[in-house]
C-alpha cells in the first residue's frame, strides 16, 4: 500500500507492471540452480533489475474521482460506507479488505490483511480466534489501526482507535452469518501456531470442511468479534494531475468529532 505521506514519485507505487527483466535472462541464480552459484555481479545485477522495475511500475493510470471536503458530512461513518460502495462500483478487488496492525506488550508492531465485517455506530467489526497473534496483542495492548486502501479511485481510509471484544452472543452471531468455508477455516483453529507439516494441515483442514458442512451451528469458542471504536478516521483522495491530494481527517472530541485538512 503506498503511504499517502509522500507521493511524489508515483512510479514506485504502481498497480500496472511495465517491462521487467526476464527469469530466463537474469543473470543471478535462478530457481532450480545451486544458491551459492551466484556472484556479486550477478546478485547486484538483480538488484539493479529489481530497483528498474519499481521505477517502471506506475499508479493511478486513469481518472480518479473529485472530493470536495467541504462537502463531507459531519461524522466519518456516512462517508466511509459511501467510499467503500463507490469503490466496490468501480471494481476495486476486495474493497472490504483491509491492513490491521497492532502491536505486544514491548510495542513491536504486526500487521496483515483481515476482512471487514460491519462498520456502524460503535465502530469497525472485524473477527479473530483470540489465541492469535493479533488476539494476544489486543489483549495486552487494545489499540489498532486500519487502512483501507482502493487503487482504482486512488482513496485510502486510516482508522485508529481502542479495539474491544464483542460478547460472545454477539461473536457466535458474526461467525455464523459467514461461509461454510469461513466456518471450516475457524474451525481448524491453532492460528499463529507452529504447523508441523502441510500434511498435518491438509488433515485437519478436511476435518473441519466435513464438520462445517454437517454442522452449520458448529462452536468455535476461541472466534471472537471486535470492535475498533475510532479515535481518529482519515480520508484521503489522491489527485494524479496536480498532486493537490485531500486528506480529510476527523478527531474525536469530547464533544463529538472535529473535522481538518492536512497538507499531503
Do not use: C
Not at 493511478?60 to 456516512?78: I, R
Not at 476486495?94 to 476482512?115: F, K, N, Q
Not at 483453529?189 to 462445517?212: K, P, Y
Amino acid at each position: 500500500m503506498p503511504d499517502h505521506t509522500d507521493h511524489t514519485d508515483h512510479r514506485a507505487d504502481g498497480a500496472t507492471p511495465g517491462p521487467g527483466p526476464s527469469l530466463e535472462t537474469g543473470t543471478g541464480a535462478g530457481i532450480g540452480t545451486d544458491a551459492g552459484a551466484g556472484t556479486a555481479t550477478g546478485a547486484g545485477g538483480d538488484a539493479d533489475a529489481f530497483r528498474a522495475l519499481l521505477r517502471g511500475l506506475r499508479v493511478w493510470e486513469g481518472e480518479l474521482p473529485s472530493f470536495d471536503p467541504e462537502g463531507a458530512p459531519g461524522e466519518p461513518l456516512p462517508l466511509f460506507r459511501q467510499w467503500l460502495r463507490e469503490a466496490a462500483e468501480a471494481g476495486v478487488p476486495e474493497p472490504h479488505t483491509m491492513s490491521l496492525a497492532t502491536a505486544d506488550a514491548a510495542g513491536d508492531p504486526s500487521v496483515r490483511i483481515v476482512m471487514l465485517h460491519d462498520a456502524d455506530e460503535r465502530g469497525w467489526h472485524f473477527g479473530t480466534h483470540r489465541g492469535s497473534r493479533k488476539g494476544r496483542e489486543l489483549a495486552v495492548r487494545p489499540r489498532a489501526a486500519l487502512a483501507f486502501y482502493w487503487a482504482a479511485v486512488g482513496r485510502q481510509v486510516r482508522v485508529r482507535g481502542t479495539v474491544a471484544a464483542a460478547s460472545p452472543e454477539e461473536s457466535v452471531a458474526d461467525l455464523h452469518r459467514r461461509s461454510t468455508g469461513a466456518l471450516a477455516a475457524a474451525l481448524v483453529g491453532h492460528q499463529s501456531e507452529v504447523l508441523g507439516s502441510a500434511a498435518e494441515l491438509a488433515r485437519t483442514a478436511d476435518a473441519a470442511w466435513e464438520r462445517a458442512r454437517r454442522e452449520p451451528d458448529a462452536p468455535v469458542p476461541s472466534w471472537t468479534l471486535y470492535v475498533l471504536r475510532a479515535d481518529e478516521v482519515e480520508f484521503f483522495q489522491g489527485d494524479q494531475h496536480r498532486r493537490q491530494h485531500v486528506r480529510l481527517n476527523y478527531r474525536r472530541t469530547e464533544d463529538g468529532w472535529e473535522r481538518e485538512l492536512l497538507w499531503p
